[in-house]
Every structure is written in structure tokens, then in C-alpha cells.
């Protein structure tokens, strides 16, 4: 059998390699792929991608995510939150903050104010799309995996 009779006729494939970035996420779809699987698999990419996409631009996104992690305990849940958003994102202190997150490079303040605000709309419970997360609770069999994270001495 060759290469292509192996390969599925549906799949999902998202590869990026750039300088110490490398990402590879592989799907096979088959006839008992439901389409919930596959969503879940695209919400993962697009999470990875996103934050890419800032690291890449030269923002720093540790630092827009521990601002923004200060600032949503001020700001309160739900549709509180949402009133306050517009209001604190424009600060005189954010603006410092989000200057810095990007080398004070101004023609990066514009997408690091937009990270700041999609970590926020995260923090504050009202993400501006679905995440692996919510969908692992509304799709038990779907499981979240865990990153490689530490591993111990032998």
C-alpha cells in the first residue's frame, strides 16, 4: 500500500516552526470522529495560534497576563465586568504597562491592548470564544490534556 491510500481523506494538520516556536497537531479523522472531537481539536489550535501570534509580534504576554490578572480582581464578574472593560483598558497606568509588554513599540500597542483584553474577558468568566475547557464540561468524554509540565529527578 502506498503513502496516499494510508492517509485519510479527512484530517486536521496544523504545523508552525518558527525560531524556538514549534508546534504539531495532528488529527485523523474517520467515520467515528464526531464533530464535536473535531471542534475541540480546532479550539486547541486556535488557543496555540493566538498566543503565538502576540509572542511572535514581540509582546510580551506573561506581562499583559499578570496585568490583566490584577485587573480583573477590580473589575468584578460578568456583565459588571463588561462596563468597567473599556473604561480600564484605556488608563493612563495600562497604557505604561502595555508599552512596556511591547518594547515601547507603539505600533504594538493596538494588538497588545487586544491580548490584554481577551485575557481579561478569560479572567472575568466571559471568554470571547469557546475554549477546550468549556467544551471538555459540556463533552465529558472530551479530556483536556495536561502539559508535560515538570518532570521529576530519577
Given at each position: 500500500m502506498s503513502d496516499t491510500e494510508d492517509m485519510p481523506k479527512e484530517f486536521v494538520i496544523f504545523e508552525m516552526r518558527y525560531r524556538d516556536i514549534?508546534?504539531?497537531k495532528k488529527m485523523r479523522i474517520t467515520e467515528d470522529t464526531t464533530p464535536e472531537e473535531v471542534a475541540f481539536?480546532?479550539?486547541g489550535i486556535k488557543n496555540t495560534s493566538i498566543n503565538s501570534t502576540y509572542r511572535t509580534s514581540g509582546i510580551d504576554t506573561r506581562k499583559l497576563d499578570e496585568l490583566a490578572n490584577r485587573l480583573s480582581k477590580r473589575i468584578?464578574?460578568?456583565g459588571k465586568a463588561l462596563e468597567s472593560l473599556?473604561?480600564?483598558v484605556y488608563d493612563g497606568d495600562v497604557e505604561r504597562e502595555l508599552l512596556e509588554a511591547c518594547n515601547n513599540d507603539k505600533s504594538n500597542s493596538g494588538a497588545a491592548r487586544a491580548y490584554l483584553i481577551i485575557?481579561?474577558?478569560?479572567?472575568?468568566?466571559m471568554p470571547p470564544f469557546i475554549?477546550?475547557?468549556?467544551?471538555a464540561k459540556i463533552y465529558p468524554k472530551l479530556k483536556?490534556?495536561?502539559g508535560m509540565g515538570r518532570k521529576?529527578?530519577?
Open positions: 514549534l508546534v504539531l481539536m480546532l479550539s468584578g464578574r460578568g473599556d473604561r480600564i485575557s481579561l474577558l478569560k479572567r472575568v468568566n475554549t477546550q475547557e468549556q467544551m483536556v490534556s495536561k521529576a529527578k530519577a
